[in-house]
């Protein structure tokens, strides 16, 4: 086997996706990783990186295209590092999302699972309600579009006639306003993202024009977005732009967020979720572990006699208990900790625990909840490779999987959330 060099261009036909929106395909036994291919393409590829066990290539020519291809929506596509998937068909991502899911669970859980992953989805154009916008250099003539200030080894590195080129690219300063580039940091400027909600799209221009109208010291480095029931709001304070807190309904409970807090985006399948989270499940005592703004507690306490949220970030706390007071939920407790801290101070056993961490999932706190021993658990999750690494753990201890559903959340992009639910073998 003799690994090709970079720079080399190959004749490839692509397999299948991989977790990371990357096509997949072979050539003399050693994997190839190219983006924006798609399953039964075949491609000429010029490869860019040497790895250990694959290589990374670029597309340089679309000899024949796979049955599943099709023309992006957006016209930024390719450049714009945001969605990955725009080039095939829906179904394919629904069934590239469901390989996801069951691969994780077998190659990293090394669970045995030959049925399919049922994969919930819903209109996959328009459905994100949360934004964060990138703007250009905030502070110094960097003239490479990267965030910052230029560091003493750069300053001093650059010739007399970088320096005046890059004072007048400064000047007259204009905000490039829009999204990271593909596998970069630099800011590419955009005009429309088809599958932010209408209401965040209709409002790029007046944030690019509210910039513009600020002296560039005071350019903030991002912008928060988020629209609900009552349309669109920005943060940090623009000149003639709303800043307030934004509504969302969900299964008959208001939540009250602000632009820059954690909320589930997809606006056409959150109730799903929750659903999938909540359904058919009772008792007397439910913790909501890394609670947010209570998404999951609050339709908990229609179903448990009392629930105790728990999240360490201040604002969603605040947020959490003033979400509780708004839907009348007198039965939730919000605690400001982290899950280990609370749980290592618990004196309760619950009937159910329901957590949704953050991507890097919830390693820490397993050790933990193994000694808990509640007797049902739900683990909502948006990396199927860290669900997968704390699912195995966490059977390994006494619990038995009893399911994994995948919510397609994340439409043109490679993306998924997963619910799995436990009950304990042995209560």
Same mark, same amino acid.
């Given at each position: 086997m003799t690994l090709p060099q970079v720079g080399q261009t190959l004749e490839v036909t692509v397999e299948r996706f991989g977790f990371g929106g990357f096509a997949i395909?072979?050539?003399?036994?050693?994997?190839?990783?190219?983006?924006?291919?798609?399953?039964? $393409?075949? !491609?000429?590829?010029?490869?860019?990186?040497?790895?250990?066990?694959?290589? /990374?290539? /670029? #597309?340089? +020519?679309?000899? @024949?295209?796979?049955?599943?291809?099709?023309?992006?929506?957006?016209?930024?596509?390719?450049?714009?590092?945001?969605?990955?998937?725009?080039h095939v068909d829906y179904a394919t991502q629904v069934a590239a999302k469901a390989e996801f899911v069951r691969d994780a669970l077998v190659?990293?859980?090394?669970?045995? %699972?030959? $049925?399919?992953?049922?994969?919930?989805?819903?209109?996959p154009w328009g459905y994100r309600v949360r934004t964060q916008l990138k703007l250009t250099a905030t502070s110094g003539a960097r003239g490479d579009g990267r965030h910052g200030r230029l560091r003493k080894q750069e300053q001093r590195a650059r010739t007399t006639a970088e320096i005046a080129a890059a004072a007048a690219a400064a000047a007259p300063p204009v905000p490039?306003?829009?999204?990271? /580039?593909?596998?970069?940091? $630099?800011?590419? +400027?955009?005009?429309?993202?088809?599958?932010?909600?209408?209401?965040?799209?209709? &409002?790029?221009?007046?944030?690019?024009? @509210? #910039? @513009?109208?600020?002296p560039r010291?005071? %350019?903030?480095?991002?912008?928060? =977005? @988020?629209?609900?029931? &009552? =349309?669109?709001? %920005?943060?940090?304070?623009?000149? &003639?732009?709303r800043k307030d807190l934004v509504e969302h309904v969900v299964l008959g409970f208001r939540y009250l967020i602000e632009p820059e807090s954690f909320f589930q985006g997809n606006r056409n399948l959150v109730e799903e979720l929750v659903k999938g989270g909540v359904d058919g499940l009772e008792g007397d005592l439910?913790?909501?572990?890394?609670?947010?703004? =209570?998404?999951?507690?609050?339709?908990?306490? /229609?179903?448990?006699?009392?629930?105790?949220?728990?999240e360490d970030e201040r604002r969603a706390c605040t947020l959490g208990r003033v979400n509780v007071k708004t839907n009348g939920c007198d039965n939730v407790t919000d605690l400001r900790a982290t899950t280990e801290q609370f749980l290592r101070a618990n004196k309760e056993r619950p009937d159910l625990v329901l957590m949704d961490p953050p991507r890097l999932g919830a390693k820490p706190a397993i050790p933990l909840l193994l000694q808990l021993r509640a007797r049902r658990l739900v683990y909502v999750s948006c990396d199927p490779q860290t669900l997968a690494r704390d699912l195995r753990q966490l059977v390994d201890g006494g619990?038995?999987?009893?399911?994994? +559903?995948?919510?397609?959340?994340?439409?043109?992009?490679?993306?998924? +959330?997963?619910?799995a639910?436990?009950? !304990?073998?042995?209560?």
């Open positions: 395909a072979r050539h003399d036994g050693i994997a190839v990783f190219v983006p924006f291919g798609a399953p039964g $393409d075949r !491609l000429r590829v010029e490869i860019t990186e040497l790895q250990k066990n694959h290589v /990374r290539a /670029r #597309i340089v +020519e679309v000899l @024949a295209p796979g049955p599943n291809r099709t023309t992006p929506r957006c016209k930024h596509y390719g450049e714009c590092g945001g969605c990955q998937l725009q190659r990293t859980g090394g669970f045995e %699972w030959p $049925d399919p992953v049922l994969v919930h989805h819903a209109h490039r306003l829009g999204f990271h /580039r593909a596998l970069s940091h $630099d800011v590419l +400027e955009v005009e429309q993202c088809p599958v932010l909600a209408p209401e965040l799209e209709q &409002g790029l221009a007046g944030v690019r024009a @509210a #910039i @513009a109208s600020l010291k005071e %350019w903030p480095y991002q912008i928060d =977005g @988020a629209c609900g029931t &009552g =349309g669109a709001s %920005w943060a940090p304070d623009l000149p &003639g732009m439910a913790f909501d572990l890394y609670a947010g703004v =209570g998404l999951f507690s609050l339709p908990l306490s /229609r179903r448990f006699r009392r629930v105790v949220a728990v619990y038995v999987l009893e399911r994994v +559903e995948a919510y397609d959340m994340f439409p043109q992009t490679f993306h998924t +959330e997963a619910v639910r436990l009950r !304990l073998a042995a209560p």
